[in-house]
């Protein structure tokens, strides 16, 4: 069973910044974030394989940076450049051989 904590979020003013971690227990492969707006659906954000990897969301490339450190089964997500439309709650996922493994959210708010 993995589990997951997620820390970081808040309330940041327009063109702020922000950072979001994420510690796993157990083997992980994959790891990132998806987040949810209110009344829509979970989309993708950023992901990062164990090798370093990444992909990210044509919505936040340029902005958001995830990076990941192996040794402490931690990903991070940097947040620069924040807009209005940031606003979400982001969860973070991480993946084994069998399973993804989410955590329990964290609240990003974006005021203009």
């Known amino acids: 069973q993995v589990q997951l904590v997620e820390s970081g979020g808040g309330l940041v003013q327009f063109g702020g910044s922000l950072r979001l971690s994420c510690a796993a227990s157990?083997?992980?492969?994959?790891m990132g974030w998806y987040r949810q707006a209110p009344g829509k659906q979970r989309d993708l954000v950023a992901t990062i394989t164990s090798g370093g990897r990444t992909n990210y969301a044509d919505s936040v490339k340029g902005r958001f940076t995830i990076h990941r450190d192996n040794a402490k089964n931690t990903a991070y997500l940097q947040m620069s450049s924040l807009k209005p439309e940031d606003t979400a709650v982001y969860y973070c996922?991480?993946?084994?051989?069998?399973?993804?493994?989410w955590g329990q959210g964290a609240q990003v708010t974006v005021s203009s």
């Open positions: 157990g083997t992980i492969f994959s």
């Open positions: 996922f991480a993946d084994t051989a069998g399973a993804r493994y």
